[in-house]
């Protein structure tokens, strides 16, 4: 009965998957908007101003990176809690892949989020005029809330890396 119980318990992994499947649809909206932006923006640079350009380049920068955390969570949670991947020794194959663990794929997500949040930081002071006081206090705010998540996420991880490491032998 118990090796019955682990077994359906192990399998349940799977119910995952179209979890996965969902998040693979996502990127191909996440694309449709990208095009949508660069058709957008392509037609209409030669009139734009410097400043216009810079902030339409800064959205079709934060869909990639918005894109790159997708596929991240995808290939990871998959490969993390699913199952691997298996392309065999595929060129394309990133380097990455099978190697970052739940911790890596943490800290990977929340360096993706400051990142993300960094552009919008960056699109908001591009367009300052246009903006309270208020709101850039927040936006500063949200953001420096993600990068100390961050950096308290890395310290705590390297705090139970080292907790985990067999104690060194003392030299007399």
């Known amino acids: 009965m118990e090796h019955m119980l682990e077994r359906v318990i192990f399998a349940s ?10 998040l693979c649809l996502a990127l191909v909206l996440l694309l449709v908007k990208f095009g949508q932006e660069l058709l957008h923006v392509a037609p209409a640079v030669l009139t734009m101003s410097e400043s216009d350009v810079v902030l ?16 991240l969570v995808i ?9 691997k991947i298996d392309v065999g020794n595929h060129k394309d194959r990133p380097d990455w892949m099978g190697k970052v663990d739940y911790s890596g794929l943490k800290l990977k997500l929340l360096a993706s989020i400051v990142a ?43 705090l139970t890396e080292s907790s985990h490491k067999p104690a060194k032998a003392e030299k007399h």
């Open 75 to 83: 290939f990871s949670g998959y490969e993390n809690f699913v199952s």
């Open 116 to 158: 993300i949040s960094a552009i919008q930081l960056l699109r908001a002071f591009m367009n300052i005029k246009s903006m309270t006081n208020e709101e850039l206090a927040w936006l500063v705010g949200i953001h420096m809330c993600f990068v100390l998540s961050g950096v308290l996420l890395a310290l705590m991880d390297r």
């Open 56 to 71: 339409s380049i800064l959205a079709l920068i934060d869909l990639s990176l918005a894109g790159n955390l997708l596929l």
């Open 13 to 22: 992994r799977w119910l995952l998957a179209p979890f996965y499947l969902g």
